[in-house]
């Protein structure tokens, strides 16, 4: 008897990952039945890929990191997914050697186009491995809350630095080599060949709010948060973009 995929619950949604899992659980509601076949470059841990893998995905994550994917082996083993989650030591931008071209459904890229040497070969990777109408989840540090947060905290000409900056970096001390804002992010996949079909903010209010505030709020907030992603002027003040992308079939 064939069997019938239910509807991809996921996990708890929390206000730093539910505008996230709305948008991933379209796509996967879109794609109805069929078993995906998902790339998560630089992975970490598997906080996408175990439960992706737990709702029947097949999912290789490539990251840089051997402690990474250590800790992810040992997750996806607890989670019962180990035969659904390959894990590979390798570099974004050599995808190439690792992946089948035009062979994987759904690809995510979250926090790590702010931290590799170049950007653009690492999308362009990225496109290459998606089938014509696979689609791309990229999530990219954002612009301005990092002005206004080191504002915030009385750095000023640390903010000033930073909003003076192409980059949109502090200087050499700072842990990311570059930030976006909509725009250079959209026109980062598109300049790769993929089609921009949402942007939203992540973290619009997650990181502003007194964790006292946020963790007996935090329903109230996802809500908030799903509300505001996609409104401007919200979304463009978010800690970070996300950009739903799809190659053309
Ligand atoms: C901030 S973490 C994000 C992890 C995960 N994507 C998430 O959103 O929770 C960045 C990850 O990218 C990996 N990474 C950094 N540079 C990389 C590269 N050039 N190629 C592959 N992975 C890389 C790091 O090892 C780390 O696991």
Redesign the pocket.
Known sequence: MEQTRRPFAGPPLTPRTAVLWSVLRAELDRRGDAELTVL?????TG??AVPLARAGHRVTV????PD?LAALTRRAAEAGVADRIVAVQ????ALAGLVEPAGVDLV?C???LE???DPAP?VAALATALRPGGAASV?VAGRAAAVLGRAMNGHLEVAAALAADPAGTAGPRDTLRRRYDAPGAAALLTAAGLTVEEIHGVRVLADLLPAAVADGQSASLVELELALAAQSPYRDLAAQLHLFARRPA
Do not use: E, Q, Y
């Open positions: 998560d470059v630089g992975g970490g906080g996408f490539v990251d840089a990191s990474a390798g570099d974004g931008d995510l979250h926090a790590v931290v590799v040497d690492v999530l």
